[in-house]
């Protein structure tokens, strides 16, 4: 069974910065794809970035671009997105998600992922 553990969530002021980490129990390269989803309190999910694990192609959501930065240690098994610019518009819940076949409904639909973890909670105060 596949694992994913978010970690790294905080508190913090506006225009701060944040890296968060997400650890596979498998190797993150199996994955076709694995993916960073949000959910604010009393909004719908929303997804923030993608990308392939074994090429490092990234693909992020128009309100983080220049903000949100992938990064991975295949050798760790382990992605770690970095936030700056931080507003309270990003408070929420942080979720990694992967996925490693299955339908497919775009890089950014929920429904496209298989694997998900608890998430980390972002809170950003003004």
């Known amino acids: 069974q596949v694992q994913l553990v978010e970690s790294g969530g905080d508190s913090l002021q506006a225009g701060g910065s944040l890296r968060l980490s997400c650890e596979a129990s498998t190797s993150t390269s199996s994955f076709y794809s694995m993916a960073w989803f949000r959910q604010a309190p009393g909004k719908e999910p929303e997804g923030v970035a993608v990308v392939k694990p074994s090429v490092g192609g990234t693909i992020y959501a128009d309100f983080v671009k220049g903000r949100f930065r992938i990064s991975q240690d295949n050798a760790k098994n382990m992605l770690f997105p970095e936030l700056k610019e931080l507003n309270p518009e990003d408070t929420a819940m942080y979720y990694c998600?992967?996925?490693?076949?299955?339908?497919?409904?775009?890089?950014?639909?929920?429904?496209?992922?298989?694997?998900w973890g608890q998430g980390t909670h972002v809170t950003v105060s003004s």
């Open positions: 998600a992967a996925r490693d076949g299955g339908a497919f409904y775009g890089p950014l639909a929920r429904a496209s992922y298989k694997y």
